[in-house]
C-alpha cells in the first residue's frame, strides 16, 4: 500500500519568508509526528498528534513553527520568517497506534534550504 | 527525560566482515528501543525494534540487536555485511509512560561504509 508522503520534496527559500511542508500519512494511522534532521545530528521531535486530541507541541523550537491537522488525515508544518538556522530535512511520520502498533512508518522528507 | 547515544559515529568495515554498533541510552521509565536506517537520499526504515520478551530481536537483511536492561544499551550487530549496507544507522527510544505519545528520542546516527 501506499507509505507516507511528503511534498514537495525540495524547497529553496529567502530568509524572512513562510514556508509550508505538508505530509500525507498512511491510510488509516491515527498518530503524525514531525520530526527535523540537521546536517550531522539525529531526528529532533517537533510535534505529534492523536485523533482529536490535543497536540504535544513540546518540541516545536520557536512560536515561528506550527503545524496542523485537518480531518485526521493531511498534516501541514509551517514555517513563518524562516532564518537560516531552520536549514533541515523535515521528517513525517504516522503509526497506527491501536492494537499496540507503535511503529512509526517515515516519509522520505522536505529537504528545506533558507538562504 | 530519555538520551540516546550512539559511540561511533562512522564505522568502516570490509565485506563479509561483521559489525557491531553501539547504543546506549537513559531513562527513567521503561522503553522501547528502535534502529532505522537511512540510505542515500532515502527517508528512515524500520530494521528492528524491542517492545517486550525476548531481549535478541532480529530484523530485515540479517540485523539482530539484543536489549541488556542492565547496561542500558542496544547494540546492533550483523555477522557478515554487503556493500549494499552501506548507510546511516539510528538508534532510537521511545518512553513506555502509559500514553499513547510514542515520539522517539534519536541518537546522532553512525555511518556504516562496507568498502570491497
Known amino acids: 500500500g501506499a507509505g507516507v508522503s511528503q511534498s514537495p520534496s525540495n524547497k529553496v527559500t529567502e530568509k524572512g519568508k513562510d514556508v509550508e511542508l505538508r505530509c500525507d500519512p498512511i491510510?488509516?494511522?491515527?498518530?503524525l509526528y514531525w520530526y527535523r534532521q540537521r546536517l550531522g545530528q539525529g531526528l529532533e521531535f517537533l510535534i505529534y498528534?492523536?485523533?482529536?486530541?490535543?497536540?504535544?507541541k513540546s518540541g516545536l523550537p520557536s512560536d515561528r513553527f506550527s503545524a496542523e491537522r485537518t480531518g485526521g488525515s493531511v498534516s501541514t508544518l509551517t514555517i513563518q520568517r524562516t532564518q537560516q538556522e531552520d536549514s533541515a530535512v523535515y521528517l513525517c511520520?504516522?503509526?497506527?497506534?491501536?492494537?499496540?502498533?507503535?511503529?512509526?512508518?517515515f516519509g522520505p522528507g522536505t529537504r528545506l534550504t533558507v538562504l | 527525560a530519555q538520551s540516546v547515544t550512539q559511540l561511533d559515529s562512522q564505522v568502516p568495515v570490509f565485506e563479509e566482515a561483521p559489525v557491531e554498533l553501539r547504543c546506549n541510552y537513559s531513562?527513567?521509565?521503561?522503553?522501547?528501543l528502535f534502529w532505522y536506517v537511512q540510505y542515500p537520499n532515502q527517508g528512515l526504515q524500520l530494521l528492528l525494534k524491542?517492545?517486550?520478551?525476548?531481549?535478541l530481536v532480529k530484523g530485515i537483511n540479517g540485523f539482530e540487536a539484543e536489549f541488556n536492561k542492565s547496561q542500558t544499551s542496544f547494540h546492533l550487530r550483523k555477522p557478515s555485511v554487503h556493500i549494499s549496507d552501506t548507510a546511516e544507522y539510528f538508534c532510537?527510544?521511545?518512553?513506555?509512560?502509559?500514553?499513547?505519545?510514542?515520539?522517539?528520542?534519536f541518537g546522532k546516527g553512525t555511518l556504516l561504509t562496507v568498502n570491497p
Open positions: 511520520a504516522s503509526s497506527l497506534v491501536a492494537g499496540g502498533s507503535i511503529t512509526q512508518y
Open positions: 498528534f492523536q485523533g482529536n486530541s490535543a497536540p504535544d
Open positions: 491510510s488509516g494511522h491515527t498518530a
Open positions: 531513562s527513567s521509565v521503561s522503553v522501547y
Open positions: 532510537a527510544v521511545s518512553e513506555n509512560s502509559g500514553g499513547s505519545n510514542y515520539k522517539l528520542t
Open positions: 524491542y517492545l517486550s520478551g525476548s531481549t
